[in-house]
């Protein structure tokens, strides 16, 4: 299967090339290491209608045991993870240390196929991503645009189809979610 590579995995597969263009400090009088502050407590399904077109999970798994479950949930699914990109990754190669987060872009050829036979510009939005945070209690949320969000703009009168398959889209990734953040 041809995975397709985002832009932001230059920090996971090239984090030289990222120091390399930054200029270097004129004096370091501390370690190079350094901790950002980890994020609020992880939303709740209660902020939902906050952030219409969201769902949020907040879960009771570490960020390591969601990422785990994420990917067995969508290949159980029937979909697969097309891209990832972590930014707490890529700190960590250059000495940093970040609240864990990954983003894994979730697709299927045959939608893909009717997607595009559909809106071709509404291809810019695939794959689907689905955000995987840590918390500052260490648990993890996730949390994802709902597929009907995502397409809404490119659904028209003479592109209903495209609705049509954000629903089924919808469903799909409701289900993934459940099998992920589920006990």
Same mark, same amino acid.
């Given at each position: 299967?041809? #995975?397709?590579? +985002? %832009? ?5 597969? &090239?984090?030289?090339? /990222?120091? !390399? *263009? ?53 290949? #159980?699914?029937? +979909? %697969? ?5 972590? &930014?707490?990754?890529? /700190?960590? !190669? *250059? ?70 398959? !954000? ?17």
């Amino acid at each position: 299967m041809l #995975k397709c590579v +985002m %832009a932001a995995t230059m920090l996971l597969i &090239a984090p030289g090339i /990222a120091a !390399a *263009q930054t200029p270097a400090p004129a004096a370091q009088t501390s370690t190079p290491v350094s901790t950002l502050a980890a994020p609020a407590k992880p939303a709740l399904p209660s902020d939902l209608p906050k952030r219409r077109g969201w769902s949020i999970i907040a879960t009771k798994h570490s960020y390591a045991e969601l990422n785990k479950r994420l990917e067995e949930a969508v290949k #159980k699914n029937k +979909m %697969a993870i097309v891209n990832s990109a972590s &930014a707490s990754d890529g /700190a960590k !190669a *250059q000495g940093f240390t970040l609240p864990g987060n990954r983003v894994a872009g979730v697709f299927r050829n045959d939608f893909a196929r009717r997607m595009l036979a559909t809106s071709i510009a509404a291809g810019i939005e695939a794959p689907i991503r689905i955000y995987v945070t840590e918390g500052a209690d260490g648990m993890a949320t996730l949390s994802y645009r709902t597929p009907s969000a995502v397409f809404a703009t490119y659904v028209t009168r003479r592109k209903k189809e495209l609705g049509v398959i !954000a629903r089924e889209l919808d469903a799909i990734f409701a289900q993934i979610a459940i099998d992920a953040a589920g006990s």
